[in-house]
């Protein structure tokens, strides 16, 4: 394994982390599948292990937790998030006080820990002012509940908008942000990561295989896989579209011409930028997990950066005045 530091903080995190949004824990088979996931994954060098209040109620928290229970907690980068809805109660989601401070302590007793080494704000919440927000999270550092803080899917004027905040009430600074980064969505490329490496943020992104468009196991003219997340779940179906399909067939080409399969060529391509710290891995079998492993050993050539960002008609948005 391979480590990078966290922008700019002394903390280092594993170049692939591993992830609890689709852990499915709805059975005790795919409870055992999950759990030899995690901990082959610990085996295997990485220390950094992602999760949130409302994965799966809760329970996503409480069985990772349990999982790693077994390992050193110092050799351990765990998170969490707190935003969206983890109860019917009207203070029971967002990012206020009264709930950031409620959903730290129930996260802490899931997953069976006495600190988060990072804690996220799932989302930006506009009911809120950043000043109760942003205090609320220093406040927790100074408790030790959590050592590092960040957010999760704000744009660059939020973030810039939120370090105005903190470098006036001298609160403890923003240390990461988690963005949805991949091959077919690169809209942190246009401001967020230079935002990031300015004010030496983190960057951990999610989703760097498209929600398993860049698997390989959706091809065109093929039949959906049985049991796959494309047969029940809504965001991957809307995905499919003969463009994408048409893209992930080029893609695959390059692939096979580095020798290596689809997933392992978009890890490493994502993992290309020395800004991104980590890449939030999802695993549903210890046989995807080792799969993956392998992008931190590949090394793309720069002329597929051209050849990519030829098939996507990607360019970095830059507005010419004069």
């Given amino acids: 394994m391979k480590y990078r530091h966290l922008g700019r903080q002394g903390i280092r995190v594993s170049e692939l982390a591993l992830g609890s949004w689709m852990t499915d824990v709805s059975d005790s088979a795919k409870q055992d599948l999950a759990d030899q996931s995690i901990k082959l994954a610990y085996e295997k060098g990485i220390n950094y292990f992602d999760c949130a209040d409302a994965y799966s109620g809760g329970a996503a928290e409480r069985f990772l937790g349990k999982a790693l229970k077994e390992f050193p907690r110092q050799e351990l980068v765990l998170s969490s998030k707190v935003y969206f809805p983890v109860g019917d109660g009207i203070n029971d989601r967002g990012l206020s006080r009264k709930h950031i401070f409620e959903s730290i302590d129930r996260s802490l007793k899931n997953m069976q820990t ?35 803080y960040g957010v999760s899917e704000w744009t660059p004027v939020q973030i810039l908008e939120a370090q105005l905040v903190i470098q006036q009430r001298g609160l403890h600074p923003m240390s990461v942000i988690q963005p949805e980064y991949n091959i077919f969505d690169r809209y942190i490329e246009n401001e967020a990561l230079d935002v990031c490496e300015k004010l030496g943020l983190g960057v951990v992104p999610f989703s760097p295989l498209s929600q398993g468009l860049l698997t390989g196991k959706y091809r065109k003219g093929q039949p959906i896989p049985a049991g796959s997340r494309a047969t029940y779940q809504d965001q991957i179906q809307a995905m499919l579209t003969d463009d994408n399909l048409d893209k992930v067939e080029a893609l695959v080409k390059m692939a096979d011409e580095l020798n290596t399969d689809l997933a392992t060529f978009s890890l490493a391509w994502a993992l290309r930028d020395s800004r991104i710290s980590s890449l939030i891995t999802g695993a549903s079998k210890p046989a995807q997990l080792k799969n993956n492993l392998k992008a931190i050993e590949l090394e793309i050539p720069a002329e597929y950066d051209q050849r990519i960002d030829k098939l996507f008609h990607f360019k970095k948005f830059h507005r010419q005045i004069g």
Avoid: M, N, W
Wanted: charged share 30%.
């Fill in 114 to 148: 006495d600190y988060l080494d990072l804690y996220f704000c799932h989302r930006f919440d506009p009911e809120t002012p950043l000043e109760e927000t942003l205090q609320a999270l220093s406040d927790l550092v100074d408790q030790g509940k959590i050592l590092y």
